[in-house]
């Protein structure tokens, strides 16, 4: 194993991921692996997601330091399988990163009951069934950990067309609150991000109206819509020893939106 260097916040930790072959888990999982954890990536079992975890891979350059375990998380199968295969390869499960998600911008009058099962299945039930799989490895090896949910800025304001979606994200959010409760006297600290607008594949048809996206710019402090990157730095610290007193919270990452009412 490689000598460690002072700015590797997770040198010898071991990650997983759900939903890192694009997007925000990507960001996370591309951070991590340059902060020196062995990182599992979940995705799909398709054509498409196959190629995104390829190009990652080749994007990471880092060897037998990252596997990908392609399945539905949805299914509660499929998060046992993704602990048993980062176990199976890296020996232990020190951070789980819960980011698997879909969202379909839909009318809520007419909104049908796929979607909406879809979506729950998805967002929350998924992330439920791989918060409690990661948990359960935890307590059985010792030594603690940290679960990290992505929850979003819709967790905590409404969105027109988003009525399936934003419930499950405040139930992501609640999901954290409640297993740092439950999980605390393992020392396994658990915490939700919360991104704002951020462009991944799940926005960027949005973001591609120039009125919209001016519009949603202009009420960021900061002044731009946020790229998924800018969520390595803090999923990093909360799976880092720097935030070894910090669970239940909610990290809101968003450039200032949700602030900005005036």
Do not use: W
Request: charged share 15%; with cysteine; aromatic share 6%.
């Amino acid at each position: 194993m490689a000598a460690s260097t002072p700015a590797q916040l997770l040198f010898g930790k071991v990650a997983a991921i759900t939903g890192g072959a694009t997007g925000i888990g990507r960001a996370i999982a591309l951070e991590y692996l340059r902060q020196g954890a062995f990182v599992a990536v979940n995705h799909l079992a398709d054509e498409e997601s196959e190629k995104h975890f390829a190009s990652l891979v080749a994007e990471a350059g880092a060897g037998i330091r990252l596997i990908g375990v392609a399945g539905d998380i949805s299914l509660p199968d499929t998060a046992k399988h993704l602990v048993t295969v980062t176990v199976r390869e890296f020996s232990r499960l020190d951070v789980f990163v819960s980011n698997a998600g879909i969202c379909q911008f839909a009318d809520f009058l007419t909104l049908d009951t796929d979607l909406f099962d879809a979506t729950v299945a998805t967002n929350l039930s998924g992330a439920f069934y791989a918060v409690q799989a990661a948990a359960q490895q935890m307590v059985s090896q010792g030594g603690g950990g940290s679960i990290i949910g992505i929850s979003s800025i819709s967790a905590l304001v409404g969105g027109t067309q988003q009525t399936h979606y934003t419930p499950t994200k405040a139930g992501v959010l609640s999901l954290m609150q409640s297993c740092a409760c439950a999980l605390g006297k393992y020392n396994i600290r658990c915490n939700a991000i919360l991104p704002g607008t951020i462009r991944t594949q799940l926005n960027e048809k949005d973001l591609e109206n120039d009125k919209k996206r001016r519009y949603t710019e202009a009420r960021i402090p900061l002044g731009r819509t946020g790229l998924p990157e800018d969520l390595g730095g803090p999923a990093v610290f909360l799976a880092s020893d720097m935030s070894q007193y910090v669970t239940g919270a909610q990290l809101l990452v968003d450039g200032g939106l949700f602030v900005n009412l005036q």
